[in-house]
């Protein structure tokens, strides 16, 4: 059996809990929500642009700095972060009455893969 067709087959399983990735390994369900969790909270143009900003930041990025330059409402803008703190790609510290946000090593590394891509 060729490597190829060693990988349909594994994928085509349909008994297996987990999922084959291409090089034949396979990732848990909660791997796979996970990374679907992910890639959904980069579905959205909102929050797709707002964590290009937060990456861009040297030292993370207020709120209050987001609204203008996303030029959507601050409830957007507080929905878009929260999606994308719960999936894990940014992170928020309080300053005073302040939210600051970084994106995590995850977001640098997908925002990378997307650059490199394109």
Not at 6 to 30: I, K, N, P, Y
Not at 65 to 80: I, M, N, T
Not at 93 to 105: I, M, V
Request: some cysteine; charged content about 30%.
């Amino acid at each position: 059996m060729t490597a190829q067709s060693t990988d349909e087959a594994c994928c085509t399983d349909t008994h297996r809990s987990d999922v084959c990735c291409a090089d034949g390994h396979f990732l848990s369900e909660e791997a796979v929500a996970t990374d679907v969790e992910t890639l959904s909270a980069l579905g959205n143009e909102t929050r797709y642009e707002a964590l290009r900003l937060i990456a861009a930041a040297e030292d993370g990025i207020c709120v209050c700095d987001l609204e203008p330059e996303l030029g959507v409402s601050q409830s957007a803008v507080s929905q878009a972060l929260s999606r994308l703190f719960g999936s894990g790609l940014v992170e928020r510290r309080k300053e005073g009455r302040w939210r600051y946000y970084t994106a995590t090593p995850r977001a640098e590394a997908l925002l990378r893969v997307l650059d490199e891509t394109r």
